[in-house]
Every structure is written in structure tokens, then in C-alpha cells.
């Protein structure tokens, strides 16, 4: 079993964070997003990753080298960034005719990876959602066994939405499906999709089943990666002992990186801070901040800070890149 993780899109949605940062090593809770999909899969048995890189590739590959020494990696460039389904037909050569598991580098699903990887055949991740219109939807009969899929539907038929997981038992079809829409430029919403990959593998005859997924965490934009920030530190339970920040007051849940200075400051609740980050006379709430800042005198809530940033006076809910330097007084 082969784990396929595509991190080469841009992130556009998380600039100007995505500008420096892959939005997949976006801090989160007390990991980045890209740790915690690796450890999850690493727990189950895996061993053995394919990363698509593409963007700021050269950060995935030195995080991977730097903090999962332990897996076999292999990385594979993703150039022209054409969609899901274009990214992963680039690993043939790599999978080699072997099971794989694809997990998107942006999203975060809670559910039993040693059973889904136990399951005979190929099975798809899903989960009810509100909008269906914004994800692909599967339609599924009874027994669980998916019927049909298509991608961002006008008219949606099901409200069951594919997460991003699949195993993939018949990955010879796989590839072949993806290299059939490719050359006949099959695209659906400007890209070539896995979605449907899948609905080419299902009408030759390939079994799908489905598998629902207990929670699905995205950090595709700021609104969503702060809510799943919040729910993945209360979920952790995260506690930080004040007594070692002077004059300080903590509200968990809170995750507070190594190295941190705090004073004269009342930190969280829903707050991750990334490493050696200073804070004096500020109040932080609901925010995520990067590495290496310095924040003083300043009121944040509902906010996103890039690693490398300098911000000092007033209140505000802000979205700020690395190496930023901003004085509100």
C-alpha cells in the first residue's frame, strides 16, 4: 500500500499566506496539516508516501526530510497544475501496479485508516454536507455501494460529498481512465478531476464502496482552518501551564510552540502559536500564529499570521503573511 498526498496547488484561497507558505504546512492544532494526515497514516501501517509537489515544492520536500525521516518519500513534480486527477497520473511509474490511498494535502478526515486499508477492493470517503454544489457527490445505493459520481453538480442528486480519500484496489484502471480524459481533454470545472477518473472506472465495471468519515477538517481558506484549529485543540485537549509566562493567563485549549516568551498577555481560548513566538501585553483569541513573531500590545481575535512577523498596537482580526512588519499605533 502506496499513500499518494498531491500538495502542489497554490492555495489561493490562504494567500498571502500561500505566497511564502504551502497552505499543507500551515500550522494547525500542535502540527502543521501535512504532519497530521502522515501521522495518521503512518499510525495504520503505511509507510511509504508519494508527495506532488509543484509550488513552493522545495518546503515540502525539506519538511519531509527534516520531520519524517522514518518513510520511504518519493516526490513527484507537478509543473502545470491541471487538477487533481492530472496530478496523480503522474505517479504511475512510482505506484507500479500497487494499491494506493489517496488523501488530499489539504483536508483532514477522521476515521478508521486500518480498517479502510484492511477493506478488499476500492472504497471512496464521504460525508452529508449542506452545499453540495461545491464538492464531488456520490450517489449511493442501500447496500453502500456507489452508483454514480460527478463533480461540483449544478443540480446535485445526492448530498453526499467525497472528502478526498480514496483506495484505490485497481489502480492499472485507474491510470488508464486518467490517461483516456487527458488525451480527449476531458475537464470538468477547468481541471481533470479524479471525480471523474472514478465514474470511468465504475462504468467499466469497478466497485466502489463508500465509507463515511466521523469529522473532515479543511484548511483550504482562513475562516475554515480557524474552526477546524479550534475543533482539533479541543478534541487534543491541549493544556499549557501559565505559571512559566509571567503575569500571564491562559484559556485553553491552546497549543504554545517551544521556545515562546509571554508576558504581561491572556492567550486563548482556540489559539495555536507557532515556535519561538514573542508575546507582551496582548490579548490572543480564536488565531492561529506563525514561527518567529513578535507580537506587542496588540488585541487579535479570529486572526491568521504568517511565521516572521512583527505587529504592534490596537485590535484587529487580521490575515498576514510571513515576514510582515506592521505598526497599528
Known sequence: MKAIIPVAGTGTKLRPHSYTQPKALIPLANKTVLSIIIDQLKDAGVDEFIFIIGY???????????????????????????????????????????????????????????????????????????????????????????????EKPNIPKSNMAMVGVYKIAETNMLFDCLEKNIAAGLLSHGEFSITD?????????????????????????????????????????????????????????????????????????????????SLNQSIVKNSIVGAYCNLYD????DSLIGSDTSLKGESRSLNIGDNTSIDLG
Not at 496588540?298 to 481575535?301: A, F, G, K, P, T
Request: aromatic content about 6%.
Open 56 to 150: 513552493l515544492g522545495d518546503k515540502i520536500y525539506h519538511y519531509i526530510k527534516d520531520k519524517h525521516s522514518d518513510i520511504i518519500a518519493h516526490f513527484v513534480g507537478q509543473e502545470d497544475r491541471r487538477g487533481v486527477g492530472h496530478a496523480v497520473s503522474l505517479t504511475k511509474d512510482v505506484v507500479k501496479g500497487d494499491e494506493i490511498l489517496i488523501t488530499l494535502g489539504d483536508t483532514i478526515c477522521e476515521y478508521d485508516v486500518s480498517e479502510v486499508l484492511r477493506s478488499p477492493g476500492s472504497l471512496i470517503g464521504v460525508r452529508k454536507v449542506d452545499n453540495p454544489k461545491d464538492f464531488g457527490v456520490a450517489e449511493i445505493d442501500t447496500n453502500g455501494i456507489i452508483e454514480s459520481v460527478i
Open 197 to 277: 477518473a472514478i465514474k470511468c472506472m465504475i462504468d467499466n465495471g469497478v466497485t466502489f464502496r463508500s465509507f463515511k468519515v466521523d469529522n473532515w477538517f479543511d484548511a483550504g481558506n482562513k475562516e475554515t482552518l480557524l474552526r477546524s484549529n479550534a475543533t482539533l485543540l479541543k478534541k487534543i485537549g491541549l493544556e499549557a501551564d501559565a505559571a512559566q509566562y509571567q503575569n500571564t493567563v491562559i484559556i485553553p485549549p491552546v497549543s504554545i510552540g517551544k521556545g515562546c516568551s509571554i508576558e504581561n498577555s491572556i492567550i486563548g481560548p482556540n489559539v495555536t502559536l507557532g515556535e519561538y513566538t
Open 298 to 301: 496588540i488585541v487579535l481575535e
